[in-house]
């Protein structure tokens, strides 16, 4: 059984178009987070989410639209997208927002490639 | 700010080679960390953590790190590497934070 799933695993499109990937964890934590690994395999952060409340938001551009239906799900859509927002995007999951008490679960992630 | 640095960037050993990462990370307070793994073109998962007690850490596959607080530094460490050990390292910290702040890495490539 998949602990945190993402779809699509790949996505290739053009600049200025709009996308959406989505993230569902089954394994009934309260937290969620977006992370986006850079060509260099750089890690950060990008939102998290608890009890679908937004919690983090690090200085990410308004073109990210994080939402979450319910604890199980945190969808990212982008609009506009720009040649710099490739790279693969992960989505983790954790029981609770406590970062440093709790191991955090990836889901295998999203390589977007914008051209 | 806090941050992670990992020097190594880039391994390459024979199998049964021993190994040593380096993590270094700047906070002087109570930190929490952590090691992930992430092997070729799979997710990221937990090797090991500290949170507190014993400074020296053991995970899973044979891994363990130690934590020097008067260093700041947890460098993960394996005796004997093996091939399927091939695999991109992260050092994470938590200092009292909602976030894990991320190091750069270290791609660890090990040939028979």
């Known amino acids: 059984d998949t602990a945190v799933s993402q779809t699509p695993k790949y996505l290739v499109t053009q600049m200025g178009n709009d996308k959406s990937i989505k993230c569902e964890q089954n394994?009934?934590?309260?937290?969620m987070y977006w992370y986006k690994q850079d060509s260099k395999k750089f890690l950060k952060i990008m939102f998290s989410y608890n009890n679908k409340e937004l919690i983090i938001n690090e200085t990410v551009p308004n073109r990210f639209s994080p939402k979450s239906p319910d604890k199980a799900h945190l969808n990212l859509h982008i609009n506009s997208l720009e040649l710099g927002d490739s790279a693969v995007y992960f989505c983790?999951?954790?029981?609770?927002?406590?970062?440093?008490?709790?191991?955090?679960?990836f889901g295998p992630g999203t390589r977007l490639t914008v051209t | 700010a806090q941050s992670v640095s990992q020097h190594n960037h880039h391994v390459i050993l024979s199998e049964a080679a021993s190994l040593e990462l380096g993590c270094n990370y700047s906070y002087g307070g109570t930190v929490n960390l952590f090691w992930y793994v992430q092997y070729p073109g799979q997710h990221l998962q937990l090797l090991l953590k500290?949170?507190?007690?014993?400074?020296l850490v053991k995970g899973i596959k044979g891994f363990e790190a130690e934590f020097i607080k008067s260093k700041f530094s947890f460098n993960l460490r394996k005796p004997s590497v093996q091939w399927s050990d091939t695999a991109e390292y992260f050092c994470a910290v938590n200092a009292n934070t909602d976030k894990l702040i991320f190091g750069t890495g270290t791609r660890l490539q090990v040939f028979p």
């Open positions: 500290y949170f507190s007690g014993d400074p």
């Open positions: 983790a999951s954790s029981p609770d927002l406590k970062a440093g008490v709790y191991e955090q679960y």
């Open positions: 394994l009934g934590h309260d937290t």
